[in-house]
């Protein structure tokens, strides 16, 4: 994918968490790869997850690339290339998260900001400082050497396909009439030239502020709830998604299709399904313009 395509460069920085849109490494489809496959079960994993409400921007969305790129098989319509295990993470943050934004609190409570901000880092980034500095956080020892070829991992092929995100892309374009007047208003205000998507944005609602710009300014109890009520729905519609990936599961409604963009839009910013579709459509205005 090129830059103007998916706003990616090339990380300048080896060892360190690169920019937020820079190209996934090698090292980080790797140790998202390992993630997938089973170190969420690790002990404490996912009460750290629950304190950092996920994985940071870069890597729920870098999470999610993995495993709808790398993930080929699997139960439901499609068969694979679908967010399985983003969707029994992020279900259960939204739960966990819509559930303390709606309790009552006390009468003289004028700011809640502190429900939508992380208390713990990033596994991710952890575990890559720990590998590029040998710092040796728990249960990776040696990964390097084991990590070559892990679960059948082909590292250089995955990190291209990884990085091309074509079946993202595909998900985003198809459920973007549902998500994009949900987006937050301020991820939208972000993205370099995104008022060229005309129809697309064109009378879109207000939109739900995602946690990143919510958690910037003071958040008041009546807003709280009504954030917690959208995030509940959220929950509610990616439980729906979740069946649709199993055996013999029902066909997936467009609001479960779009519900897993919802919440790693709300916890993780906008930014890739954004620049994804706003790719999308000015490929699609390239290509009429040179039929005409």
Same mark, same amino acid.
């Given at each position: ?33 390992? /993630? ?57 943050? &939204? ?69 091309? &995100? ?53 958040? $008041? ?7 917690? &009520? &959208? ?21 997936? *409604? ?12 709300? /916890? ?16 699609? $205005?390239? *290509? ?5």
């Amino acid at each position: 994918m090129s830059a103007d395509e998916g706003g990616l460069v090339a990380p300048t920085v080896a060892g360190a968490t690169p920019p937020t849109d820079a190209a996934l490494t090698q090292r980080e489809v790797r140790e998202l790869w390992a /993630f997938l496959h089973g170190d969420i079960m690790i002990g404490g994993i996912r009460q750290h997850l629950r304190r950092a409400m996920g994985l940071c921007a870069r890597h729920s969305w870098g999470y999610a690339q993995v495993e709808i790129e790398l993930w080929t098989h699997g139960a439901g319509d499609r068969g694979g290339h679908q967010p399985f295990d983003v969707c029994v993470l992020y279900e259960t943050l &939204a739960d966990d998260v819509a559930h303390r934004l709606r309790t009552r609190h006390a009468p003289w409570t004028r700011d809640l900001r502190g429900l939508v901000v992380p208390t713990d880092s990033c596994r991710i980034c952890d575990v890559l400082v720990d590998t590029a500095t040998g710092s040796g956080l728990p249960g990776l020892a040696d990964r390097d050497a084991a990590m070559r070829g892990y679960g059948g991992l082909d590292l250089g092929r995955s990190t291209v396909e990884a990085n091309a &995100a074509t079946w993202t892309a595909r998900w985003c374009h198809e459920t973007e009439p549902i998500w994009r007047p949900r987006a937050c208003p301020e991820c939208v205000d972000e993205l370099p030239g995104d008022d060229a998507r005309g129809e697309a944005t064109a009378g879109a609602g207000p939109g739900l502020l995602c946690r990143v710009h919510l958690g910037a300014r003071p958040l $008041a109890p009546a807003e709280a709830r009504h954030v917690g &009520a &959208a995030l509940d729905q959220t929950h509610v519609s990616m439980i729906g998604l979740l069946r649709t990936m199993t055996k013999n599961g029902p066909s997936a *409604t467009p609001e479960e299709n779009a519900s897993w963009i919802e919440a790693l839009g709300w /916890f993780a910013g906008w930014s890739l399904p954004l620049k994804l579709t706003s790719a999308h459509a000015a490929r699609d $205005a390239d *290509t009429s313009e040179a039929d005409r």
